[in-house]
């Protein structure tokens, strides 16, 4: 179990950006803060490194409840994407209840792309997370670029794959709001069966959905 309970009164979610340098993943990250629940969302702050930074903040600094009385908080991060801050990617892996990979769409990108998530999949091996039950959201970013991978190749390429693939230009905010209401559906039946969030604690799935994203997921959907 990852997530962070208290007595059971106080459950703390943890979600990671994970992928590439130059992804997108602090942009990403940005756009959340700008634009979900604004008025809620904690101080973004950064951890600078030589060649890369962390980004994190707490969603809702002071949680939401549910019907039953649960304090519900929020932390997301990003992790560096250079290669030689492996060490700090596996610390902000740790406990991580859900994971955004983040893509780079070109195709000069490809290698980058597997090789960012086979470090993914060992990674969370070593911080001892099932990453066969762990949920995941791929976002393939930068859809705005030249020379980028078609969509019927990315769709080819990961046709056997059993994560959602959301197509994204993160500098103006096109698929962050839908990469997160994804990876909120792939989390919440976790959560449930850890946490009893509908049995226990009167959650829905969209009464859980709704309580984070409000509106704003609708108004890119009709976009």
């Given amino acids: 179990m990852s997530s962070i309970t208290d007595d059971l009164s106080r459950l703390v979610i943890k979600l990671v ?14 756009c959340l803060h700008d634009h979900l629940q604004p008025e809620l969302s904690g101080e973004l702050m950064t951890m600078e490194t030589k060649d890369d930074r962390t980004l994190f903040f707490d969603l809702f600094p002071l949680g939401f409840r549910t019907p039953s009385g649960m304090l519900v908080k929020m932390k997301l991060f990003t992790v560096p994407g250079q290669v030689q801050h492996d060490a700090t990617r596996k610390a902000v892996l740790s406990r991580a209840d859900g994971v955004v990979f983040v893509a780079d769409s070109q195709v000069d990108q490809v290698i980058n792309n597997g090789e960012s998530f086979q470090n993914l999949s060992e990674n969370a091996a070593r911080v001892g997370l099932d990453f066969q039950s762990l949920p995941i959201v791929v976002q393939f970013n930068k859809r705005d670029l030249d020379h980028i991978l078609s969509r019927e190749e990315i769709l080819s390429r990961w046709s056997s794959a059993p994560w959602p693939l959301v197509f994204s230009v993160a500098l103006t905010g096109h698929g962050v709001l839908s990469t997160f209401e994804q990876l909120l559906i792939q989390l919440y039946p976790k959560l449930d069966h850890e946490h009893g969030l509908s049995s226990n604690h009167g959650m829905s799935a969209e009464q859980f959905i709704h309580a984070i994203m409000g509106d704003v997921h609708s108004r890119e959907t009709e976009r």
């Fill in 17 to 30: 950006y994970y992928g590439p340098a130059l992804s997108g993943k602090t942009t990403n990250l940005i």
